[in-house]
């Protein structure tokens, strides 16, 4: 799905199986951004066809978060020198957690070892710059990326369409996501490119749905 020239969207309809949203910034350097999981990886590599683009041309591969859902193809990128960077909070506790993945997976985390950790503030990829936002909450590390250029925020599992990111996850809290939707909804947007669900267009819109989990967020929590 074409958003943008230089945006596209690989979004996961299926309403029986559990795999995430994933976004293509088409520039100097093609950033992927969560990759969904590693048995459900095809539906990207159909978009990637489309586009007529393989694995080995995408420069960097970024997950919002280290849920499966979301990490898991990572290990299929790297296997074609893709590098991989995701929030240095979330890389530390997936160590703390290792012993768990090996059994729950029978994977180690040396097939999506980070190139590099991520912190908050902006991402120079020569003419393009990304603010990664740290936003805990759906989990303790958590990012959105917010891309001025397009006025483009991918928010991961923090917020979607009427909807917000679980907190009843190791590492969630609710206060933190209340706190992490009220800092990215300072931002201007135009597109919100949430990782489950329908993307949101324009920025009346983007503030109208700010406004109604803001609602939620007060019966909920």
């Avoid at 309403?15 to 093609?30: A, V």
């Avoid at 991520?118 to 917010?146: D, F, M, R």
């Avoid at 979607?160 to 990215?184: H, W």
Wanted: net charge negative; hydrophobic share 40%.
């Amino acid at each position: 799905m074409k958003i943008t020239p230089k945006l596209h969207a690989f979004i996961w309809n299926s309403m029986t199986t559990n795999n995430c949203n994933t976004y293509l910034i088409d520039c100097s350097k093609r950033i992927l951004i969560d990759p969904g999981h590693a048995d459900l990886f095809g539906h990207v590599r159909e978009g990637l066809d489309e586009l007529g683009l393989a694995i080995r041309d995408i420069d960097l591969v970024i997950c919002t978060h280290a849920h499966p859902d979301h990490l898991e193809s990572v290990s299929v990128l790297k296997k074609e020198n893709v590098l991989f960077a995701i929030h240095e909070t979330e890389w530390n506790w997936l160590k703390e957690m290792e012993t768990y993945i090996q059994r729950s997976y029978g994977k180690g985390l040396d097939e999506i070892q980070p190139d590099f950790l991520l912190k908050e503030g902006l991402l120079n990829l020569k003419e393009t710059q990304i603010w990664v936002v740290h936003t805990p909450g759906h989990t303790a590390g958590s990012i959105c990326l917010y891309w001025p250029e397009e006025n483009a925020l991918f928010t991961g599992d923090l917020i979607f369409k009427s909807g917000f990111g679980r907190t009843d996850l190791p590492g969630g809290d609710s206060e933190q996501l209340k706190a992490s939707i009220k800092k990215v909804a300072e931002l201007d947007v135009k597109w919100m490119l949430p990782g489950h669900g329908n993307i949101i267009s324009g920025t009346s819109e983007v503030k109208a749905n700010f406004d109604h989990i803001a609602e939620l967020m007060m019966t909920y929590f």
